[in-house]
């Protein structure tokens, strides 16, 4: 065990918990991974919060007390703990319960992966009568409205981010808080479409599948093609034929990169090495590996798969069973579109932060351009006379948090320990349990992977990783099989893993500390489970 820090005003990347209050990093990490810089955080922390009761608000789950900003931090349902994003299952469950069409346990198995067995569901129809108004409403505009905004920030973003590096400090902080603005409408809009448009289909798609006796829900939900994480292959395999340049792959995905979610993370416009180097993987893949083929089989098996469901149900259930799975087909590929559009609103930020960074240093208040991601979101705009003091301070204590390992779910306050070798060392096993997120079965040699640009995965490999980003698509096409410690079954592994037809399990909590480079493995995507069948050396 570790000495606990203080919740010190300086500090932003430490809160404070309700002690009722049921934390889980899982998914959460996918957005907003690592630790976070205070800028990154200070960025991202408001959003969260007001995107999620503005999703369950809209759908008339939320009282307008409820859905109003917290000012006290012990209230909030996003948080950070020792630089790490957390949210509140137990708000989740709560809410989950007044909705209906599903259940708190439900929610919490698609946001974290499984429902606590320290919370308890108690399903509750007061909020029936509001919801039956509003959810309509809310889900017939929101897809719209994804796609309005996912149009709208990427021809902003196309247009304005190769300009940056140009604008004087004041300009620089006009773009900042143009993106910021655009980064709020974006993440609350993504919100609104995941919690009451993906969530509630996916959970009738489960309930149609299983009660017809179907099989697995995620063999329903492949081959929907247009995901924007696709596109990437797609535009990848293109360039490793010669009919794309780099450069455009560039242009059209800039914004993609190691640590995307993180405004301080180097993204592909500034260096594209790893890109580069990782398009040499693609060459040497055989024409049969074509993304485009994999996505027409993917599409003629779901199709083989409805049309052998719908021939299962009597007749007057066929209408209604029609409905859910046209209903998947239109609102799930959607995901990736709210995300695109919120990373690109980052990006923008990303570009005025350095540059402004720039400037600072220019004029003496910062040492380093770097230095600006330990500003906040107000310090940024109006830099405080002793920046370089704090600047140190905040780099020396995010340092330490970075040698701490916090419980992926807790109660309460966390308890942080000191990194591995310390503390509760993770036991070594040969099996694995998690969730299945897209079926098949692989073995093949293990690569674990902490950061996207790792690019030493060779084809075929079991890519193993603590979480992944949009930008883990161009890795995980060359990859057999791939582990995330968190997810769900809506997270953004088991969506690409589906498209792609490669087997995946998620939500193993400990698989990139319980497996090692070079061991040999089992994925078994649908039962969820990994086996070591050899290890490393042996």
């Given at each position: 065990m570790t000495m606990e820090p203080a919740v010190e005003q300086w500090d932003p990347l430490h809160s404070r918990s309700a002690p009722q209050a049921f934390w889980s990093t899982s998914n959460f990490g996918e957005a907003m991974p690592g630790v976070m810089t205070p800028l990154g955080w200070t960025f991202w922390g408001p959003t969260a919060e007001r995107a999620t009761r503005a999703a369950f608000g809209s759908m008339g789950a939320l009282t307008r007390k409820e859905r109003g900003f917290p000012a006290d931090e012990r209230d909030r349902v996003c948080n950070v703990?020792?630089?790490?994003?957390?949210?509140?299952v137990d708000f989740l469950v709560g809410i989950g319960d007044r909705i209906p069409g599903t259940s708190g346990a439900a929610v919490a198995e698609q946001v974290v992966g499984a429902m606590p067995p320290e919370l308890a569901s108690s399903p509750s129809r007061r909020r029936w009568p509001v919801i039956a108004v509003r959810f309509p409403y809310s889900f017939a505009l929101i897809g719209h409205r994804v796609c309005r905004a996912?149009?709208?920030?990427?021809?902003?973003?196309?247009?304005?981010?190769?300009?940056?590096?140009?604008?004087?400090?004041?300009?620089?902080?006009?773009?900042?808080?143009?993106?910021?603005?655009?980064?709020?409408?974006?993440?609350?809009?993504?919100?609104?479409?995941?919690?009451?448009?993906?969530?509630?289909?996916?959970?009738?798609?489960?309930?149609?599948?299983?009660?017809?006796?179907?099989?697995?829900?995620?063999?329903?939900?492949?081959?929907?093609?247009?995901?924007?994480?696709?596109?990437?292959?797609?535009?990848?395999?293109?360039?490793?034929?010669?009919?794309?340049?780099?450069?455009?792959?560039?242009?059209?995905?800039?914004?993609?990169?190691?640590?995307?979610?993180?405004?301080s993370g180097h993204v592909w416009r500034e260096d594209d090495t790893a890109l580069c180097k990782l398009?040499?993987?693609?060459?040497?893949?055989?024409e049969s590996a074509d993304p485009t083929r994999a996505e027409e089989e993917k599409r003629r098996a779901r199709e083989a798969l409805e049309r052998k469901l719908l021939a299962s149900l009597?007749?007057?259930?066929?209408?209604?069973?029609?409905?859910?799975?046209r209903l998947a087909a239109n609102v799930i590929p959607l995901r990736g579109v709210g995300k695109a559009a919120f990373l690109q609103s980052l990006d923008m930020a990303?570009?005025?932060?350095?540059r402004i960074g720039e400037h600072l240093v220019d004029e003496g208040l910062l040492g380093d351009v770097e230095d600006v991601f330990y500003l906040t979101t107000d310090e940024i705009v109006a830099p405080p006379r002793d920046a370089r003091e704090l600047?140190?301070?905040?780099?020396?204590?995010?340092?330490?948090?970075?040698?701490?390992?916090?419980?992926?779910a807790w109660l309460g306050q966390p308890s942080a320990l000191d990194g591995p070798g310390t503390g509760d060392a993770t036991p070594i096993v040969d099996v694995l349990e998690g969730v299945g997120a897209s079926p098949g079965i692989v073995d093949g040699l293990v690569r674990v992977v902490g950061d996207s640009d790792n690019t030493a995965v060779e084809p075929g490999e079991i890519l193993v990783s603590p979480t992944t980003d949009p930008s883990w698509a161009s890795i995980m096409f060359?990859?057999?099989?791939?582990?995330?410690?968190?997810?769900?079954?809506?997270?953004?592994?088991?969506?690409?893993?589906?498209?792609?037809?490669?087997?995946?399990?998620?939500?193993?909590?400990?698989?990139?500390?319980?497996?090692?480079?070079?061991?040999?493995?089992?994925?078994?995507?649908?039962?969820?489970?990994?086996?070591?069948?050899?290890?490393?050396?042996?």
């Open positions: 703990f020792y630089g790490r994003v957390a949210g509140r996912n149009a709208e920030t990427q021809q902003w973003w196309l247009e304005n981010i190769g300009k940056t590096k140009n604008l004087s400090r004041a300009e620089a902080t006009r773009q900042f808080r143009e993106a910021a603005r655009r980064f709020d409408r974006n993440v609350t809009a993504q919100g609104i479409h995941v919690l009451c448009a993906v969530q509630p289909v996916y959970e009738q798609l489960r309930r149609l599948v299983e009660g017809a006796g179907a099989g697995e829900v995620t063999s329903f939900m492949s081959g929907y093609g247009a995901h924007a994480e696709s596109a990437i292959v797609t535009d990848m395999w293109a360039a490793s034929r010669d009919r794309m340049t780099i450069e455009e792959v560039v242009r059209r995905h800039g914004f993609h990169g190691p640590r995307e979610g993180e405004i398009l040499e993987g693609y060459r040497v893949l055989d009597p007749r007057h259930r066929r209408p209604s069973a029609r409905l859910v799975l990303r570009a005025a932060a350095r600047v140190a301070r905040r780099r020396e204590r995010r340092a330490y948090y970075e040698t701490l390992r916090i419980p992926p060359v990859s057999g099989g791939l582990v995330v410690d968190i997810g769900g079954a809506l997270s953004h592994a088991a969506i690409v893993a589906r498209e792609l037809g490669i087997p995946c399990v998620v939500n193993t909590r400990v698989g990139s500390r319980v497996l090692r480079t070079g061991d040999l493995v089992r994925v078994d995507g649908t039962s969820g489970r990994v086996r070591v069948l050899r290890r490393a050396g042996a």
